[in-house]
């Protein structure tokens, strides 16, 4: 299984270091968007994409590099992200990404989240919230739910 992790992280390297736990469980190189040609992705089983999110979205960079790939048929994508809160049932930032994913050919398979350090306005002026975050429990769950895609890409290749 060939598999790449496209991943902005530039706040506290937080989500870096999160793609770097599912990078050594799925064997796969983790790249910012601007150190991939965007024809490997076509080369590859699962390509993950991910970021810290801001105002409730992924970083703007990550998004841009998703919307100028061409549409074709790909294999399969997943999104991560580090926020300092939860996804918002009102302002989903999970869902359109997936939705753009698989316009651009993508199969989308999963989403993994968890919280980070969150340093943006208002936080900024206590110091932040989550200054604990990620742990070793969230990378954890990060090489459980790479561990997780692993099996399930896999088993595609398996014959029935």
């Known amino acids: ?73 790909r294999g399969k994508a997943f999104v991560f992200s580090t926020s300092g809160l939860p996804e918002a049932p009102f302002r989903p930032f999970t869902r359109p990404l997936l939705q753009l994913l698989e316009q651009k050919g993508f199969e989308a398979v999963d989403a993994f989240s968890c919280r980070a350090l969150d340093t943006w306005l208002p936080f900024k002026l206590i110091g932040g919230i989550r200054k604990q975050r990620p742990n070793a429990d969230d990378f954890n769950a990060a090489r459980t739910f790479a561990e997780g895609l692993r099996a399930r890409v896999e088993a595609t290749f398996r014959p029935a």
């Open 1 to 73: 299984m060939k598999a790449m992790i496209v991943c902005v992280s530039v706040s506290h390297g937080n989500t870096k270091r999160v793609a770097d736990a599912m990078g050594q469980v799925l064997e796969a190189a983790v790249v910012t968007p601007e150190q991939v040609d965007p024809a490997e992705l076509a080369s590859c089983d699962l390509v993950g994409f991910g970021s810290g999110i801001f105002s409730m979205a992924f970083h703007p960079q990550l998004l841009q590099f998703v919307r100028a790939l061409p549409n074709e048929p």
